[in-house]
């Protein structure tokens, strides 16, 4: 059945999808939201469907709420200090959507199946609505209304990046005999499969934060666990204590730190203000050797809390690359007990190898070594791509969706000019790191899977990371949350904001990103965008209409920049993001026109009493206090408080 035409919205409702529907009727309360949610909870990542044993976060109480609606202790159980267990996270998010009414605007055990614009320039979303609850990620029932329609003037996509498992190619898969599933689904097989029979052994293939968070699971609950890393990937996970460096401070408060964001080169970095700073580290000889110093030091630091070189097997999980060259990768070890004393104690073996082929209840591996299984999670990732077709087929291109490019005429030359300005602002970026000799690209368990993350060679091109450079003037469609960082919730806030702004034909300041017009510009006329020059104070908004040329250059140097930056991590198919986060929110406040120095506002310094010493204590506390959700309470009143001055 189609429904009539309707100003709505469609997002999933995560962290991202949560605050988009919320914003956008803050801005916008008589506007009809329709949010079509696939599970039976809200939460994505976090839904009650999810919640495995022993699931956390890798931040602590505090880091991860949104501004206007703190995780008191008494409500979530969680004291200061602790990490979050998934079932705080899972009732915190089911209880900011009671509060602010969101629930009425879900439709749960709805599965989006395609999106495609009409001939009238609406959004058909159609969907299919699930009567009985999902098992395993899969759509339950389907009810005979299969064929439903939604035509939507404004579309957000939110579906993430961790939606749909990706399961690599195994050969002889049909003839295991024993479960064999995605960590995703580890809620669903663990009771099944964590049974204490004397013959259960559970092997896990992959070496993500997913590989240990399963590993310890079985572990802990006495369960003998064979790891497999595969020899033919990029090896395993940067894991950290959450206290570090020899001052012992805390890893996700670093990350939010703007005088240790100034070590990561970012193509983005200048919208801090603090241009000038950046180019001494990244286009000065001593600024690239104290630049390096700094990240041995980190990493020197991590390797040796971690003591991975002082037994066998712990040394198997050493990470092969440098932890420059990754970004949200870099987890945290949460748990409540040791995991390496699970390894060192043999509960846990490590074995680096390729699976060969599997056959009864039997894990053949490259090395010739065959391991008993009565269970195999493979923790290998995601699709990194939303679960939707998107039509005609074709339109992943126009939608900024990873894509193909059959031939290299195809190519934007865009493409080779961002990659040369990149090179030449960031030297360090030249020096690659070198990708293991076994590596080999698997490939997907399903045929002819057209979301193959390894087999589509072009990344999400969004500007902003938002929006389609074909549709930035037609205002109607966006993406939330096709990032990964470790500011989850204020990048969250910040995309949710912008994206209200642009649906409403707002103006968006972006001119302070650039004073070029198109990618033909020369080198001095993007410098401010880089980093190269001090930016200057506001200047005036640009119109309603975006400078097509500008938006194709800025989103496809933006996007090509992760490429080069995190090559051991996602940046080279998605923006994945660690010490450049906040700089991200820095661009999309300036955008917005809102103060990005939340810590310190300059130009109020009298009336503020920030002048003097209290100066000195405020830019202190800008430069070296971690950003958090705190800083950033009211963003939407301010916004439409400065609506109200224009």
């Known amino acids: 059945m189609k429904e009539p035409l309707e100003p709505s919205l469609t997002p999933e409702t995560g962290w991202s999808g949560l605050v988009m529907v919320k914003t956008y009727l803050d801005v916008n309360p008589n506007a009809k939201v329709v949010a079509l949610e696939s599970a039976n909870s809200v939460g994505g990542v976090w839904s009650e469907e999810r919640m495995y ?158 590989a240990y968070d399963s590993a310890y699971a079985y572990a802990s609950q006495g369960i003998p666990v064979d790891w497999v890393v595969r020899e033919s990937g990029h090896g395993p996970v940067w894991m950290a204590p959450i206290h570090v460096t020899p001052l012992k401070k805390r890893l996700d408060h670093l990350v939010g730190v703007r005088f240790l964001t100034w070590f990561s080169p970012c193509v983005w970095g200048a919208f801090d203000g603090f241009g000038f700073i950046r180019k001494f580290f990244h286009n000065t000889p001593i600024g690239r050797w104290i630049v390096d110093r700094f990240w041995e030091i980190l990493a020197g630091d991590v390797m040796a809390l971690n003591g991975y070189d002082k037994h066998p097997e712990t040394k198997k999980l050493k990470p092969w690359t440098p932890a420059f060259w990754i970004a949200s990768s870099l987890s945290i070890l949460n748990y409540p007990t040791d995991i390496y004393d699970y390894i060192r ?10 699976i060969d082929h599997l056959s009864a209840q039997k894990i053949h591996l490259s090395n010739n070594t065959t391991l008993p299984a009565t269970a195999l999670v493979c923790a290998t ?30 190519l934007d030359p865009l493409i080779q000019q961002a990659d040369q300005h990149i090179l030449d602002h960031y030297p360090r970026l030249r020096s690659q790191p070198n990708q293991s000799k076994n590596y080999k690209t698997p490939t997907s368990s399903k045929v002819a899977d057209k979301t193959d993350p390894y087999a589509l060679d072009q990344p999400f091109r969004l500007y902003r990371f938002m929006v389609p450079p074909t549709y930035i003037n037609d205002r109607s469609i966006g993406y939330t949350g096709m990032m990964l960082s470790l500011h989850t919730s204020v990048c969250a806030q910040a995309q949710a904001l912008w994206l209200t702004a642009y649906f409403g034909g707002e103006k968006l300041d972006c001119s302070s990103s ?64 660690a010490f450049d986060a906040i700089p991200y929110v820095d661009m999309l406040l300036r955008d917005l026109g809102l103060e990005w120095r939340r810590k310190v506002k300059v130009e109020n310094a009298k009336e503020t009493g920030y002048a003097g010493w209290s100066a000195v204590k405020a ?22 408080a400065s609506k109200k001055d224009v």
């Open 53 to 210: 044993p022993g699931l956390r976060t890798n931040n602590l109480y505090g880091t991860l709420e949104y501004s206007d609606f703190p995780m008191d202790e008494e409500t979530f159980g969680v004291k200061a200090g602790e990490f979050i267990p998934g079932p705080a996270v899972h009732k915190y998010l089911r209880s900011y959507a009671d509060k602010f009414n969101i629930h009425r605007r879900i439709r749960f055990g709805t599965w989006v199946k395609t999106v495609e614009r009409d001939s009238e320039g609406a959004w058909l979303v159609s969907y299919a609505q699930s009567t009985s609850p999902a098992v395993n990620g899969a759509i339950g029932t389907i009810s005979k209304r299969s064929s439903n329609q939604i035509r939507a003037k404004k579309v957000v996509i939110s579906t993430g990046l961790t939606s749909e498992p990706f399961i690599p190619h195994i050969p002889g898969s049909d003839t295991f005999e024993a479960p064999l599933f995605h960590a995703r689904h580890l809620l669903d097989n663990f009771a099944k499969t964590a049974t204490p029979e004397a013959d259960t052994n559970i092997v896990i293939y992959g070496s993500a934060k997913s």
């Open 345 to 354: 104690n043999g509960k846990i073996k490590i074995h680096v190898a390729d």
């Open 381 to 410: 990732g995601w699709t990194h791509h939303p679960s939707i077709t998107f039509l005609p087929s074709g339109a992943s291109r126009s939608l900024g969706l990873p894509h193909t490019t059959s031939e290299k005429k195809d």
């Open 514 to 577: 650039s004073s070029s017009s198109s990618s033909s510009s020369s080198q001095s006329s993007t410098t401010t965008m880089n980093g190269h020059k001090p930016e200057k104070e506001k200047t005036t908004p640009q119109t309603t209409r975006f400078d097509e040329k500008e938006v194709s250059w800025i989103t496809t140097l933006h996007s090509q920049f992760g490429r080069w930056r995190y090559p051991a991590g996602h940046g080279k198919r998605f923006p994945d993001m």
């Open 619 to 640: 830019w202190w506390r800008e430069i070296f206090w971690p950003y958090g959700p705190s800083d950033y309470v009211g963003l939407v009143d301010e916004w439409r």
